[in-house]
Each structure stands twice: as structure tokens, then as C-alpha cells.
């Protein structure tokens, strides 16, 4: 009798979902938003870009795929692209006007609401990192400037001198900038989905070339940049940020599925044709808590990809 209760017990707990399989695990990358056409790019650059994006995703699927958490794949995802010189992330951040490298990064996790974000920072080799000690560690939400970098440091994070942040490329722009007053994007962010169902995303960048020093962008802000609610989605943007700290763009997604039940692709559409009829440029990569993923823009490429248990790794540049 005693063991035909355990048997029904654990019957019962098998069809609650105690042994459920059923639940979709993967991750979407963006790799920044702008004019990236067929016409400008090489063989080699495209090459290249294909190599890091695809790493970057087989180390968040590798994590996820183990079992491990949404927060830690974004977080080692938004390290690997940091590190890559082809990226505006960590190292080959573009230049502020002042010809120094400041960056921006943000992390939020969907099942407790819990964020961090850094702002400004010009010493921390994984702005990323120094983003989840914010949310860990203390009891804020963003730090900036001066006060971020100690906080990254007295944390043990590994600490660089800015010029490590400097590559030819992203000085040269700055130049081709200061004559034509023209942004560069190339933002890189992360939403994740593990298997227990909860979502994170994280937002890391230099921000815009030229920009004036001290200026801070969409992508440390929570509910701009970056956004993450089992509720809803995860959301991560690149674009000019002034644009997407004014219209919220990141919680309006989520706002969006909440109040009006759209699914994650309308929203995120929605959101990005208000970016256009209000004259920004940008697009966002999102996905629900069931995996379903959107990834629209209003430039001419976006670099992107995604790898979700279910499907193949795929990575995409341009409209097409
Ligand atoms: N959104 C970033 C910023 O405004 C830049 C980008 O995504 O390219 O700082």
C-alpha cells in the first residue's frame, strides 16, 4: 500500500511538470545596429563577425544546456563579445570627442527583478561583470564614473588602464566623426532563457562615437536599454540611445505584452516603428518566457543571432 501511495505521489508530481522537459532553453545576441550593408562589408570583416557571434553563442547555449542559469550565460556572453575588438563593447569601445573610451553596461534578471548597471566606467576590462556586482553586492541599481570603477576594483574585478580600450579602428571613426558629425553603433547585448523558465538580459556598450564625455546612454538605464520579466520578456537594445531613454523602449515591450497582450514580436515591432516615426535608429533583440523570439530594426543591418534547444545556431547581418 505504502509503496502504491509513492508510486501515485510520484505520478502525480510527473504530470504537475516535476519531470518536465517541455520547457524551452536558449539565447538571442546582438552584435549593434546601423549601416551595415552587403556593399561595405568584406569577405574577411563578414567572416569575422560570423566567428565571434557564433562563439559568443555556443558559450551561453554551452551554459544553458548544462543547466545553468539565464544570468550567468548573459553574463559570460557579454563578456566573450567585450572582449572581441569588433564590437562597441569593452575592448574596441568607441571614443568619446575627448578621444577616451567610456562604458555602459546593464543586467537585469526576470525572476526576481533584481538589475545592476554601470555607467561610465573607463577601467573595468567586463563593464558587464561590474554590472552583476552592482546587482549582487550592493543595494543600487547604477553606479557611474569614478565611484563605479573603485566599487569594480575593491570587488576584484580585473582592472585595465583606459588605453587598453583604444583600437585604430575606433580612433580613425572618431576622426571620420569629428569631420561629419556621424554616429556608430555596435552596442552588444544578451536575453537568455534557461531551464527553469526564467529569462535574464544584459546591455553593454561604449555608447556613441563622438559623444560628449560624461554622456550616458540607454544602455545602463533599466527599462531603456535592458529589461528582464519572467512575466513578460527580456529585452536588450542598440540604437541612439537618447531615443530609447525617452520612449522607455525596453519596458515598453514587456508594458506592451502586460497591458494590451501583445505577443513579443508585435511589441517589439510596435516599439521599433515609434523609434522611426520619432527619427531614431536602432533595433532590439527579445524573447518571451516560451522562447518565441523577435528581433526587428529600422537600420540596414543588424548583427544577431540565436540558438535555442529546439533549432539550429543561426546568425544574420543584414535585412535579408
Ligand atoms: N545604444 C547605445 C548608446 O546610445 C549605442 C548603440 O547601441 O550603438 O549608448
Not at 200 to 229: E, M, Q
Request: aromatic share 8%.
Amino acid at each position: 500500500m505504502k509503496k502504491y501511495i509513492l508510486l501515485l505521489t510520484a505520478l502525480f508530481f510527473l504530470s504537475c511538470g516535476g519531470g518536465k522537459t517541455d520547457q524551452r532553453f536558449g539565447l538571442v545576441i546582438h552584435g549593434g545596429a546601423g549601416t551595415i550593408t552587403r556593399e561595405n562589408m568584406s569577405a574577411e570583416k563578414e567572416a569575422a563577425y560570423r566567428v565571434e557571434l557564433t562563439a559568443a553563442l555556443k558559450t551561453g547555449y554551452a551554459i544553458l544546456d548544462n543547466g545553468g542559469s539565464s544570468l550567468d550565460a548573459v553574463e559570460a556572453v557579454v563578456r566573450v563579445m567585450e572582449d572581441s575588438p569588433l564590437f562597441n563593447a569593452g575592448k574596441g569601445a568607441v571614443f568619446t570627442g575627448a578621444g577616451t573610451n567610456e562604458l555602459d553596461a546593464s543586467i537585469m534578471d526576470g525572476a526576481t527583478h533584481q538589475a545592476g548597471a554601470v555607467a561610465g566606467v573607463k577601467t573595468v576590462k567586463n563593464p558587464i561583470s561590474a554590472a552583476r556586482k552592482v546587482m549582487e553586492e550592493t543595494w543600487h541599481v547604477l553606479l557611474a564614473g569614478d565611484g563605479a570603477d573603485a566599487f569594480a576594483e575593491e570587488q576584484g574585478l580585473e582592472i585595465v588602464p583606459n588605453s587598453y580600450f583604444h583600437t585604430e579602428r575606433r580612433f580613425k571613426s572618431l576622426l571620420k566623426a569629428k569631420e561629419k558629425e556621424m554616429e556608430k553603433h555596435g552596442t552588444v547585448g544578451c536575453v537568455a532563457l534557461d531551464k527553469h523558465g526564467n529569462l535574464a538580459a544584459g546591455t553593454s556598450t561604449g555608447g556613441l562615437t563622438n559623444k560628449r564625455w560624461g554622456r550616458v546612454g540607454d544602455s545602463p538605464i533599466i527599462g531603456a536599454g535592458t529589461y528582464a520579466s519572467n512575466e513578460t520578456c527580456g529585452v536588450s537594445g542598440t540604437g541612439q540611445g537618447e531615443y530609447f531613454i525617452r520612449s522607455s523602449m525596453a519596458y515598453d515591450i514587456a508594458a506592451q505584452m502586460e497591458y494590451n497582450e501583445k505577443s513579443v514580436k508585435d511589441a517589439a515591432q510596435a516599439v521599433i516603428d515609434k523609434l522611426t516615426e520619432r527619427g531614431g535608429t536602432g533595433g532590439v533583440i527579445a524573447m518571451d518566457g516560451k522562447g518565441n523570439i523577435a528581433v526587428p530594426f529600422n537600420t540596414e543591418g543588424m548583427y544577431r543571432g540565436f540558438y535555442m534547444n529546439d533549432g539550429e545556431l543561426t546568425v544574420k547581418i543584414y535585412k535579408d
